[in-house]
C-alpha cells in the first residue's frame, strides 16, 4: 500500500521485531570491532540516519530551526532506541565558507556550485574558520546525558578532499593541479591543518570513544584525483590526523566513497585507519571486501543503499545474517553500505537491523 503522507514512514513487522529486541547500549562491543576482534554479540554501524527516522524512533518529530543542541539529544536517543552503541555527531558548526548557490537548484548540483577560490588572488580573501573559537558545545551538551554505556563518534565537517573540491569546484582543482599546484596545496593545507585542530579537540573528550574522518576520495570506477596527488595533497594530513586520534587512546575510522583499490594499501599501513566505512556493490560487494582486507582493516557497514532501497524486508534480512555468519563478527559491524537517507523504505532498514539485534 502506498504510503498516503511521504513525511511520515512507514513501518511495519520487521520496525515492531527492532523495538521489541533493543538492547542496553555498550561501546565496548563495537571497540572490539574496530580492533578487528569479534564483539559479544552482533554490533551496528551507521554513519547517519534521518530526521524522519529520529523522529519516529523518539516520538519527538524535528522542528524546523530548533536548537542544535536539541536536535543532537534526539539523534543519540534515537540511535540509543534502535540499538547501537554509539550516535555520531559534530564536534561544533565550524565550517569551511563557500559560495551560496543561486536560488532554485535541486538538491543534486554541481561540484563546481560552491567554489570561492579560483585563483592565487582569492586565497588572500578567504576567511578562514578558527577552529578552537567553535570549541566543542555539541560533545559538551550530549555527553553527559547519553545513556549507560554508550559513547559518542565525532565527525568532521567534510574531509580535505571534500573541503578543497567545495573551496575551489572540482574542475578549477584539476586545472590548478596543472596550472598552480603550489595554490593547490596552500588551499589543502589550509583546510588540513584545521581539521587537524577539530580532531585534536574532539578525540580527547571524555565522551568521544572514536572519531571518524569522513572524506570521498571516488567514484564508481576510481578515485576522483590520481593515486600521486592524494598522497601529495590529502593523505599526509589524513596520516596526522588519525596520529591525534590514535594519540588520544581512540580509534580512527576513514568514510570514504568510491573506488579506492588504487590507495588502500596507503588506508591501511600508511595512514594508520582501524576501519573503513562505504561501500557500494557496483564497485565490490562488502562480502568480498571482507574476503580481501578484513585481516587488515575493519569492515563496517556495507548492505548496499539500493540494495536496501528495491530488496524486500525479507531479502535484506537474509543477506543481512548470512553476512553475520560470514563473519562471525570478527571485525565487522552491521550496517548499510553509506548512511540511511529518507529515501530508504524504513522497514528495509528495520529489517537488517533486526538481524543483529536478533542475532
Known amino acids: 500500500m502506498e504510503n498516503p503522507n511521504p513525511s511520515v514512514p512507514s513501518t511495519g513487522p520487521y520496525f515492531e521485531r527492532m523495538l521489541a529486541a533493543t538492547r542496553k547500549p555498550d561501546f565496548g562491543q563495537l571497540l572490539r570491532v574496530l580492533a578487528r576482534k569479534a564483539p559479544d554479540r552482533s554490533t551496528l554501524f551507521e554513519f547517519f540516519l534521518n530526521d524522519d527516522l529520529y523522529g519516529l524512533l523518539t516520538g519527538d518529530p524535528p522542528v524546523k530551526g530548533e536548537d542544535g543542541t536539541v536536535r543532537s539529544l534526539r539523534i543519540a536517543r534515537a540511535y540509543a532506541r534502535a540499538g547501537y552503541d554509539y550516535v555520531t555527531l559534530h564536534a561544533s558548526s565550524v565550517e569551511f565558507p563557500t559560495a551560496t548557490p543561486e536560488k532554485g537548484q535541486l538538491k543534486s548540483v554541481s561540484m563546481n556550485t560552491f567554489a570561492k577560490i579560483h585563483e592565487r588572488a582569492d586565497l588572500a580573501t578567504y576567511a578562514w574558520p578558527d577552529v578552537d573559537a567553535f570549541g566543542t558545545p555539541n560533545l559538551d551538551a550530549v555527553g553527559p546525558r547519553l545513556p549507560e554505556g554508550m559513547k559518542m563518534i565525532a565527525y568532521g565537517p567534510g574531509g580535505v578532499l571534500e573541503n578543497v573540491t567545495y573551496i575551489m569546484g572540482y574542475e578549477n582543482l584539476c586545472l590548478q593541479l596543472a596550472d598552480d599546484p603550489e595554490l593547490v596545496a596552500e588551499v589543502a593545507d589550509g583546510v588540513g591543518s584545521r581539521l587537524l585542530r577539530y580532531y585534536e579537540l574532539a578525540a ?53 566513497c ?15 585507519f582501524d576501519a573503513k566505512h562505504s561501500f557500494e556493490d557496483a564497485i565490490l560487494p562488502v562480502e568480498r571486501v571482507y574476503d580481501r582486507y578484513a585481516s587488515r582493516i575493519a569492515i563496517l557497514g556495507g548492505l548496499d543503499v539500493d540494495f536496501l532501497c528495491r530488496a524486500t524486508p525479507d531479502a535484506v534480512y537474509d543477506r543481512a545474517r548470512r553476512m553475520l555468519e560470514k563473519t562471525g563478527c570478527k571485525g565487522y559491524a552491521l550496517g548499510s553500505g553509506n548512511s540511511i537517507p529518507y529515501y530508504v523504505p524504513v522497514e528495509g532498514w528495520a529489517a537488517m537491523v533486526c538481524a543483529a539485534l536478533e542475532n
Open 204 to 256: 580527547v573528550h571524555p565522551g568521544v570513544g572514536a572519531c571518524i574522518v569522513n572524506d570521498d576520495w571516488g567514484f564508481h570506477t576510481q578515485t576522483l584525483l590520481s593515486a600521486a596527488d592524494l598522497r601529495t595533497y590529502i593523505t599526509p594530513w589524513h596520516k596526522k590526523m588519525v596520529q591525534v586520534i590514535h594519540a588520544a587512546g581512540k580509534p580512527a575510522i576513514l568514510h570514504s
Open 258 to 272: 568510491g573506488q579506492l583499490e588504487s590507495v588502500m594499501d596507503d588506508i591501511i599501513d600508511d595512514i594508520g
